[in-house]
């Protein structure tokens, strides 16, 4: 029997935005007494899909379940958190700001939440959790097209530095229980997986080799900081750079339950 015909949860429904500053979103099984799971779509822009299959597997049936929808008109690079025209809204102070919404409607906690991102979601979910660390409980970053590696030689977005070798950020970060998913067959270079030189250089060319390197570098900046967390990196067998295939062939969402449920 598979998850949709054993589910329980609610199906998701359609939050329209509210404001310019603030995404539309898809949400679902909204309670108070229950965690938070924040689910980002990457560029293809799945959030509807992404909320259902979140909302009908049984392992999030008491989960609270929001997937925000970044345009590239209203939020530029939300993977990156940047904006490139006026009138924009760097997309961490968006989600901030809808989170903040849903709370004050439907009474859930979102002081604290479990960090969900697939592909240019999970650039910005990583990313997020950076800057925001005293927000994100737990954090799962799967299929990453590249990553802000945890170096202060390398400026951001390529790393964490200022330009100058100082950190634009603390170290917190490091202490989130952080999970890094790519499947085995993710090895395509295309023109979705940017080849910049300086990300190249120091991640590689395609989607698996990047995980394995911002995990070892996570690993040594922890290491040189004196701090114990680690991220951990699991491999889907069999799956290459697609969210559903992911899903209904890899099991992508039995070990994201694993780690962030």
């Known amino acids: 029997m598979n998850a949709m015909m054993m589910s329980t949860g609610s199906l998701p429904t ?10 539309e979103c ?16 990457g560029i293809s822009r799945n959030a509807a899909e992404i909320a259902m299959r979140f909302a009908i597997h049984p392992a999030f ?22 904006t490139r025209k006026p009138g924009q809204t760097q ?3 968006a989600l ?10 439907h009474g859930v906690p979102v002081t604290r939440f479990r960090l969900f991102g697939f592909s240019g979601g999970a650039q910005m979910a990583h990313r997020f959790a950076m800057f925001h660390p005293e927000r994100v409980e737990r954090l799962c970053a799967v299929s990453a097209g590249w990553y802000s590696l945890p170096r202060t030689d390398l400026a951001y977005p390529y790393g964490i530095g200022n330009g100058q070798g100082d950190p634009l950020v603390g170290p917190d970060f490091l202490d989130i229980p952080t999970t890094v998913i790519v499947g085995n067959r993710d090895t395509r270079v295309d023109e979705s997986v940017r080849q910049d030189p300086e990300i190249v250089e120091h991640q590689g060319r395609n989607r698996l080799r990047r995980a394995r390197c911002y995990v070892s570098a996570a690993s040594a900046y922890a290491d040189s900081l004196g701090r114990p967390g680690r991220p951990q ?16 062939e890899g099991e992508l969402l039995e070990f994201v339950a694993q780690n962030l449920v």
């Open 14 to 23: 359609y939050r329209a935005s509210t404001t310019p500053d603030v995404p």
């Open 26 to 41: 898809f949400v679902a099984n909204l309670r108070p007494d229950q965690p938070v799971l924040v689910a980002i779509h």
């Open 61 to 82: 049936r008491q989960v609270s379940i929001i997937a925000p929808l970044f345009t590239r008109e209203r939020f530029g690079q939300y993977q990156q958190m940047r």
């Open 91 to 93: 997309s961490d102070a």
């Open 96 to 105: 901030i700001r809808l989170l903040e919404e849903v709370a004050e409607e």
């Open 233 to 248: 990196i699991l491999t889907l067998h069999g799956v290459s750079h697609d969210f559903t295939q992911c899903v209904a």
